[in-house]
């Protein structure tokens, strides 16, 4: 299967907490009803920028926004340093923050950029895009929600403001319900 890029264009941050209400209403509902859960996440595992494997099972038990970007990707720029706010707004909370790059070249080319933007969170490398593939992953960037059991529970297309005060007092919100 071949990973195709296309430009979103990035959605306000409102149309991205209402999609992620429904989802999580949509969620919740189904699974009163039907006694069926939401969707899980594709487990995987992919090397970090320093080459130790880290597993998406490494998170259980809280909540991960991951986020799939690449170092040419112009939208994907624009985003790192809303993520990077969001990860250190959040990070001794149950919210992990974590990239995964598509970069063919690897940690090469992204160490340096992860390193000059001075981006602390996580940073795993699918050079192949096979994990993006296992999400369906069809324009960069794409952020999954990933609930404490391993189900994803939100999706964003396009470039996103992660700092921004509505965003964050959802995030606040959401981990003060578990």
Known sequence: MTLRYRYIKPCKNVTFLLILCVCLLAGALGSAQAG???????RFVLP???GEPVRLDDFRG?????NFW???CGPCKMEMPSLETLYRKFRASKLAVVGVSN???????VKPY?????LTFPVLLDPGSDVSNSFRVL???TTYLI????NIIGEQSGAENWSAPETLQYFEDLLKQR
């Open 36 to 42: 069926t859960s939401a969707k899980p996440a594709p």
């Open 48 to 50: 970090s920028l320093h």
């Open 62 to 66: 809280r909540y991960v926004l991951l």
């Open 70 to 72: 690449a170092t040419w």
């Open 103 to 109: 970069d063919m070249f690897g940690a090469t080319v």
């Open 114 to 118: 992860v390193e000059s933007q001075g």
């Open 139 to 141: 324009s960069l960037p």
């Open 147 to 150: 609930d404490p059991d391993g």
